[in-house]
């Protein structure tokens, strides 16, 4: 566990260290706990790393680059790396949502998206629609110069993106998604916005909130929270926020000058 956030500490097995996400904190790790000294260590999930081992294994005469923030720390080393396998001296690439970012790859011919499960399970009502601009955005990187391209996604969970996904109606899903959302009355039929509240002290938020949490009802807009976040503790900081729901922008903006007129104590972040 991170010491300064809510988080498990990622384990980079080349560089034999576990460092967080978020704060970036690390320790030196060498496959032992540190609490009872055993080596029965268990590793959960996959990164670039451990993908990469694998498939030089499978295929030990192909040979494999990872593609992520921890290898290309500059233009240079991007350069270098899209070269070697424009020009087929390197067989395969592996690497995070890096890859999907708009780099074209003219010699590509099969994508593999790993861990689509992720992304359709993220508390976020929005979920299946990232979902769709992702795969879509990733398949572009090799169907766009090749007609024969072969396109493998892996997913543990069944969900009804994937039989649209299989049936290539991307659009009729979108409008399955607009309906739900017109239902809710979720965006682009409202307007939404987060109050985002941070201390180092919880005590101290929470007191905040017992103090003022009538001040931020309004009878024009909806006012959900406050609640904790996905991650509550993050760099030391503990973070809960309001969710405001209003019809229009103009009654959003309306409030959020109220609450700027307030000169609150702790001055929130405000995401609409």
């Keep these: 566990q991170c010491p300064h956030c809510d988080l498990k500490l990622r384990y980079f097995q080349y560089k034999k260290k576990l460092q967080c996400y978020y704060c970036n904190y690390s320790e030196h790790f060498d496959e032992t706990c540190k609490q009872c000294q055993s080596k029965k260590i268990f590793y959960a999930g996959y990164g670039t790393e451990f993908i990469l081992e694998k498939l030089q294994s499978i295929f030990p005469s ?13 233009i240079k080393k991007l350069n270098s790396l899209l070269e070697s396998f424009h020009n087929h001296s390197i067989d395969g690439l592996i690497g995070t949502q890096l890859l999907s970012k708009g780099y074209n790859f003219k010699n590509a011919h099969t994508i593999v998206l790993l861990g689509l499960d992720s992304f359709l399970s993220f508390i976020d009502f929005r979920a299946s629609e990232k979902a769709i601009q992702k795969i879509m955005q990733t ?5 766009r110069f090749k007609d024969n391209s072969t396109t493998i996604i892996q997913h543990n969970e069944p969900h009804e993106l994937l039989n649209f996904l299989e049936q290539d109606k991307f659009f009729s899903y979108y409008d399955i998604l607009l309906l739900e959302r017109k239902n809710l009355l979720l965006p682009p039929f409202s307007v939404l916005c987060t109050l985002v509240f941070s201390h180092k002290k919880k005590d101290a938020l929470l007191s905040f909130f017992e103090q003022y949490h009538l001040y931020f009802q309004e009878k024009n807009v909806e006012i959900l929270g406050p609640q ?21 922008y103009q009654n959003l903006h309306l409030y959020l ?3 700027h007129q307030l000169n609150l104590p702790i001055t929130p972040i405000i995401n609409i």
């Design 257 to 259: 000058q109220k609450i």
């Design 139 to 143: 398949l572009g990187r090799v169907g």
């Design 228 to 248: 904790p976040f996905f991650i509550e503790k993050r760099k030391n900081f503990f973070s809960w926020f309001y969710l405001i729901k209003a019809s229009s």
């Design 62 to 74: 192909y040979t494999f680059k990872r593609f992520d923030k921890e290898e290309i720390t500059n």
